[in-house]
């Protein structure tokens, strides 16, 4: 059977507390699953305090991170601040992470951009620090980027063993660590060397490519994990052609290749139904995130399909 779908709502920014947490209320009442928070150094607020004022806002609701970049914070650190947040929400914390990709914000910041092999490197070591520090016992870790000496971390996670861990990334060596180690993929186009994410990524034949470094990769517990996407963009439009020849500009993409590429939504209420139905049959993924700006012209596909 299918894993049913869920549906979650990327929030970023508000002018005050009662807006941001009257964002939060709307994502729940709107039926959406989960609000997660983008982890960049620009205009947004921080995504820890803010996740916890959305909780605390909301009844049900989960948060999450989509996704900390693992350059931002040493593990010990993430590790913490993730437990604190499973612990003051009840257990609705879900923790995402990556490697990082925007290099305009690490040049703006003097944090050294490194090869992409050395930042996978980096997480890979940072999951296991993670996993460790969770147990609430001495913990210590002897790797290349981070060692711990006996270090106990306080408090532990309500969710035991921890939060579940989403692993973002497009390439071949963080997809693999994440079918290995998390317990959702969250399946994007590639970074560049230099920074950014490729454009050239969005087709579905690459979108193939991913889910089969994944399935290789996790061997039997391939179908315990939960894959996942953020949309790019959304259009529910009586004509799909109209709707991709108006935004594939943005994309720097010819229409056509808007209307193949697995990260947009575009048509009728129900040719989109039918598009996520598709896609999780192809790709597997049913957990799908929209951007704020989205959230509320599709709340009745939401509605309609969550859960099923």
């Not at 920014?13 to 994502?27: G, H, I, L, N, P």
């Not at 305090?49 to 996704?67: D, F, N």
């Not at 092999?117 to 016992?137: D, F, K, M, Q, S």
Request: one cysteine or more.
């Amino acid at each position: 059977m299918p894993r049913a779908f869920r549906f979650g709502v990327q929030c970023s920014d508000a002018a005050s507390r009662v807006e941001w947490q009257d964002k939060a209320r709307r994502v729940e009442a709107l039926g959406y699953q989960v609000l997660v928070a983008p982890d960049h150094l620009g205009e947004q607020l921080a995504p820890v305090p803010a996740l916890l004022s959305a909780a605390e806002a909301t009844r049900s609701l989960r948060i999450g991170a989509l996704v900390f970049d693992n350059d931002f914070r040493h593990p010990a650190l993430l590790a913490k601040e993730a437990a604190t947040l499973d612990l003051l929400t009840d257990g609705r914390f879900e923790l995402g992470i990556g490697a990082g990709w925007m290099r305009s914000e690490y040049d703006a910041a003097g944090i050294a951009f490194e090869p992409g092999a050395t930042r996978v490197a980096r997480l890979e070591e940072a999951i296991p620090v993670l996993r460790a520090l969770w147990r609430g016992e001495p913990a210590s870790f002897a790797g290349r980027h981070y060692q711990l000496r006996e270090l106990r971390s306080t408090p532990v996670p309500v969710q035991r063993p921890g939060p579940p861990l989403l692993v973002g990334g497009g390439g071949p060596r963080i997809l693999r660590l994440a079918a290995r180690e998390a317990d959702i993929v969250g399946l994007v186009m590639r970074s560049l060397p230099e920074g950014g994410l490729d454009l050239g990524d969005l087709s579905a034949a690459a979108l193939d490519a991913k889910v089969a470094w994944v399935r290789e990769a996790a061997g039997e517990r391939f179908a315990a994990l939960e894959l996942n996407t953020l949309i790019q963009t959304v259009a529910i439009v009586p004509d799909r052609r109209e709707a991709a020849s108006r935004l594939a500009g943005a994309f720097g993409i010819p229409p056509d290749a808007l209307l193949e590429t697995p990260y947009a939504l575009l048509g009728s209420e129900r040719e989109i139904e039918a598009q996520l139905r598709e896609r999780r049959a192809r790709f597997g993924i049913s957990y799908f995130v929209l951007f704020e700006r989205d959230m509320e012209a599709f709340a009745p596909i939401a509605a309609r399909l969550a859960g099923g």
